[in-house]
């Protein structure tokens, strides 16, 4: 059997264990502060556009974020976390 064969055969017994409530699984939970988006953004130096295009949502989702109708959620804060933290980690990352 190859090893991603093994690899999902034991995640699908996890499962069915769990299911059957056999077994506890461990849930790592991290919690993210909430994030000023256009903060993290202007730290940046992109426009809007670029940065919205950069972490892979809508413009207007990004307006929305900024002017605080709609709050990100998810992997987004996680993301935004991390821009916070290295302003570039999206470019150094992603940039072959």
């Known amino acids: ?4 064969f093994k ?3 034991q995640g699908l017994k996890e499962a069915i264990a ?3 409530g056999q077994t506890m699984i461990d849930v790592h ?6 994030t000023d988006v ?3 953004r202007a730290r940046t130096g992109l426009s809007q556009a670029e940065f ?6 809508k ?7 900024e002017q605080h109708r709609r709050s990100p959620e998810g992997p987004a804060r996680v993301l935004l976390a991390l821009i ?3 302003p570039q980690i999206v470019q150094r990352t992603l940039t072959c």
């Open 18 to 20: 769990h299911a059957r």
């Open 38 to 40: 256009k903060s993290i």
């Open 29 to 34: 939970e991290i919690d993210i502060p909430d």
């Open 52 to 57: 919205a295009r950069s972490i892979g949502v």
């Open 1 to 4: 059997m190859s090893d991603a």
């Open 7 to 9: 690899s999902i055969e």
């Open 59 to 65: 413009k207007a989702t990004l307006l929305n974020w």
């Open 84 to 86: 916070d933290k290295d």
